[in-house]
């Protein structure tokens, strides 16, 4: 599916505009972060232009969503979002994972959920945490 495909069905536009209200955003205020007019985010919204692909990661950093679930290549806005929806981890085991300053320790957990999960993940083309 090309990216034309989702403009016509409107898929794309729509996470657009979805991305941008659940900040609270106005459309004045996504077009002044990313340094462009109102007008262009309008445009967006309403499929009449394709963002550039460097407007497309500024809006993924600033909106804190990935870039597949911006381009309606994923249902879920990040990681954390399909660990806890898809994998059933709880919010108290992510946090502890997100508290681990040590690497080693970090990267052993990390390997134990790849090699428990990791072929879902690989059908899915997903990767979980790094």
């Known amino acids: 599916i ?6 016509r069905d409107k898929r794309l536009p729509n996470r657009f505009l979805k991305c ?3 900040k609270n955003l106005t459309q004045e205020q996504l077009a002044y972060y990313l340094g462009l ?3 262009a985010i309008l445009n967006y919204e309403k499929a009449n232009t394709y963002p550039k692909m460097e407007t497309l990661i500024e809006m993924h950093r600033y ?3 990935s870039l597949d679930y911006l381009l309606v290549l994923d ?3 990040n990681h954390i979002e399909y660990t806890k929806n898809v994998l059933g981890l709880t919010e108290y085991f992510l946090q502890l994972l ?3 300053q040590n690497e080693k320790i970090y990267r052993k957990i990390n390997d134990y959920i790849h090699s428990q999960y990791g072929e879902q993940l690989w059908k899915e083309k997903l990767c ?3």
């Open 63 to 65: 909106l804190d969503v």
């Open 20 to 22: 941008r209200l659940d």
């Open 75 to 77: 249902p879920y806005k």
């Open 98 to 100: 997100e508290s681990i």
């Open 37 to 39: 007019k109102r007008r």
């Open 128 to 130: 979980l945490i790094v």
């Open 2 to 7: 090309t990216m034309a495909t989702y403009y």
